[in-house]
């Protein structure tokens, strides 16, 4: 597989090898929705609180007689199923909303991800992403004249520099190559990596 190697103007003036296993992958949108829902509902934190029938503030007084009324026996305030009682199934900060997802799955889905965007031409190599000073201004300059507006630009080793002048971009996010994730790479509209995170990535998903 061939990769666009692009410069400072953003015009293709090489192509660099890549791994067919990893960049020319057949498509498939069920497991890269599995891949996507699953990494979503992992980064999930319980963070809702419902109360038991114990927990809600009640009165243990008996609302009415128990015969002659024509209601339903009841015998406090607190049931579930009166207005203001307490749940039966209450969410809890410690629930869990996480997903398992093999490693063979989890390799397979990143390579569709990435053979697609290669496919659609939103993936991008370029010798190397450095900044002389940690300047947003500096880096706005650089991919502007590239012509990358929304774009994630995996290194192989992160630079300070680039990490820092990146924060103040909405659109623009540095990654190391092994923090590539499935919601990064498809929320982008453009992925650039470096030469150097091509072949790291090519050895995390060997």
């Known amino acids: 597989m061939e990769l666009k190697l692009i410069n400072d103007k953003g015009q293709s003036s090489a192509t660099v090898s890549a791994s067919d296993a990893l ?10 929705h599995q891949l996507v829902v699953a990494y979503q509902a992992n980064a999930r934190s319980g963070n809702r609180k419902q109360l038991t029938r114990a927990e809600v503030h009640h ?3 008996k609302p009415f007689k128990q015969k002659g009324t024509g209601n339903a026996r009841a015998g406090m305030t607190s049931s579930p199923l009166w207005r203001g009682g307490g749940r039966i199934f209450p969410n809890t900060p410690e629930e869990n909303f996480s997903q398992k997802v093999n490693r063979k799955m989890y390799r397979a889905g990143v390579a569709a991800i990435l053979s697609q965007l ?3 031409d939103r993936l991008a190599v370029v010798d190397s992403l450095a900044l002389e000073a940690p300047k947003t201004k500096l ?7 590239m012509g990358l507006e929304s774009v994630l630009l995996v290194t192989d080793t ?12 909405p659109n623009v996010l540095v990654l190391e190559a092994h923090q590539a994730d499935p919601v990064s790479l498809i929320r982008f509209s453009k992925v650039v990596f470096t030469k150097g995170a091509v072949s790291k990535i090519e050895e995390i998903l060997a």
Request: aromatic share 6%.
């Open 158 to 169: 992160l630079d300070s520099n680039l990490e820092l002048a990146a924060r103040n971009l």
């Open 139 to 145: 880096l706005a300059q650089k991919l502007k004249g």
């Open 59 to 61: 009165s243990t007084k």
């Open 118 to 120: 290669a496919r659609e």
């Open 23 to 32: 960049f020319a992958r057949e498509y498939n949108e069920a497991l890269i």
